[in-house]
């Protein structure tokens, strides 16, 4: 990926002041439940500046890309995530790549969605509609991925995945995203929370929260009580604030402790060299109609960073082979 630069200093110089991207990945209750926390203002800021993306796109592929990265915790080995939404709105969708190795990427169907009235708030199921999320999963040694689906039905990037996780892993599971935009449109906080309630054994009740015995119902309702009083998320990292306050201060019941931090990045594993390979690799009545027509030269862009190379025919032909 070529990486794009921040270049609004006043943005740039707020980022600065703020502490390193970082999810902390925990666990609560005795292990029933684990979280992942994830401060991604500069995750988000980046994002933007790949696909130079404007304020209601930000929104759209910025939650999109959050709930992406909080779908780390539930790789296991090496696997990668491929997260499609498909909308009738007009923000058509997007696809979201997750590696298990720490990086996300991901782009919009429609790059400028059309907005025909001012915006009052962010609620974005107007530009979303009805559609279908399907989760993509390529486990490693396999040849083909695993695919599965739902239609969506809440029209909201982050509670969809919730039903998808409800329909799909039958697993309870809760996200949550916020972005912080100033007066400028400028995202100055941004980040999710992921929980999950892992399955009860054999229908026993476990000890949990000072000796209590709590079944999954009982421990749910707990949780869901702690979820509604959670601050927004991208106030709190926009003020500095840290991940391992909110995760200590708004689970205190649930004894939680952090397993380990991730390093988690808008990135793509895109390069010249590969695009080059793939140009040498095509038919040969199109080479041989680049080679004489050109153009010269070659502008490739990758549509899940935005970057774009630019390939001489001399290096895809060589310098002989082109005079």
């Known amino acids: ?109 429609n790059e400028s969605i059309p907005v025909e009235t001012p915006l009052e708030n962010w609620d974005l199921s107007p530009f979303l509609g009805e559609g279908t999320l399907s989760m993509s999963t390529l486990f490693e040694g396999d040849k083909a991925p695993y695919v599965s689906s739902i239609p969506i039905n809440k029209k909201n990037i982050a509670q969809d995945l919730v039903d998808f996780f409800d ?19 400028r995202v100055i906080g941004a980040g999710g929370l992921f929980l999950q309630v892992m399955p009860e054994i054999g229908g026993t009740k476990k000890k949990s929260l000072s000796g209590m015995e709590l079944s999954d119902d009982e421990l749910i309702e707990k949780l869901e009580l702690a979820f509604k009083t959670l601050p927004s998320l991208g106030k709190w990292f926009s003020e500095g604030q840290s991940a391992e306050d909110l995760i200590y201060g708004l689970f205190r019941e649930f004894r939680p402790s952090i397993a380990l931090h991730r390093n988690v990045r808008f990135d793509c594993p895109c390069s010249k060299e590969i695009y080059l390979n793939h140009i040498r690799h095509l038919p040969k009545e199109e080479l041989l109609d680049m080679k004489k027509n050109g153009p010269d030269p070659l502008e490739v862009s990758c549509r899940n960073c935005g970057s774009v190379y630019k390939i001489s025919l001399s290096e895809v032909f060589g310098e002989s082979e082109n005079q």
């Open 167 to 185: 329909q799909s892993v039958q697993t309870k599971t809760a996200f949550n995203t916020g972005i912080q935009m100033d007066k400028k449109g």
């Open 1 to 109: 990926m070529i990486r794009a630069e921040i270049q609004d200093e006043d943005l740039a110089a707020h980022l600065n002041r703020l502490p390193k991207d970082d999810m902390a990945v925990f666990v609560l209750a005795d292990g029933r439940a684990r979280g992942a926390l994830f401060h991604g203002t500069h995750f988000v800021n980046q994002m933007r500046a790949q696909h130079k993306t404007g304020i209601l796109e930000t929104m759209v592929l910025g939650q999109a890309s959050l709930c992406g990265a909080l779908l780390l915790p539930t790789l296991k080995g090496k696997e990668h995530v491929t997260w499609r939404y498909e909308v009738s709105g007009p923000a058509q969708g997007f696809s979201v790549e997750v590696d298990s190795t720490g990086y996300v990427r991901g782009y919009l169907f």
